[in-house]
């Protein structure tokens, strides 16, 4: 049974970072990334990185985001740097499956940029 474990989320002050990270229980995954949700508003991709290691932010996070992954250990990180209040949301791990394409998804955890 595929399981995305998140870790990493908490409170920052704006200017601050924080790091993410998702561990996939199994599975081959043909993309990994982060989506996140605000409050009222819809969820959206942050970042998604391929098997072959090409990635996709969104543009709001451009020079301020860095996606990695490790594809042996199933895990993705997303490195968040001179974060702002408009940065806040719940984030959430979402990883395809290669076999079916099928979307699987994290619990999600709390990221809140306020001083």
């Known amino acids: 049974q595929v399981q995305l474990v998140e870790s990493g989320g908490g409170l920052v002050q704006p200017g601050g970072s924080l790091r993410l990270s998702c561990a996939a229980s199994?599975?081959?995954?043909?993309?990994m990334g982060w989506y996140r949700q605000a409050p009222g508003k819809e969820r959206e991709l942050v970042a998604d990185?391929?098997?072959?290691?090409?990635?996709n932010y969104a543009d709001s996070v451009k020079g301020r985001f860095n996606i990695f992954r490790d594809n042996a250990k199933n895990i993705v990180s997303l490195q968040m740097n001179s974060l702002k209040p408009d940065d806040t949301a719940v984030y959430y791990c979402?990883?395809?499956?290669?076999?079916?394409?099928?979307?699987?998804w994290g619990q999600g955890t709390q990221v809140t940029v306020s001083s």
């Open positions: 979402a990883a395809r499956l290669s076999l079916t394409a099928r979307y699987y």
């Open positions: 199994v599975g081959v995954f043909d993309v």
């Open positions: 990185m391929n098997r072959g290691g090409r990635a």
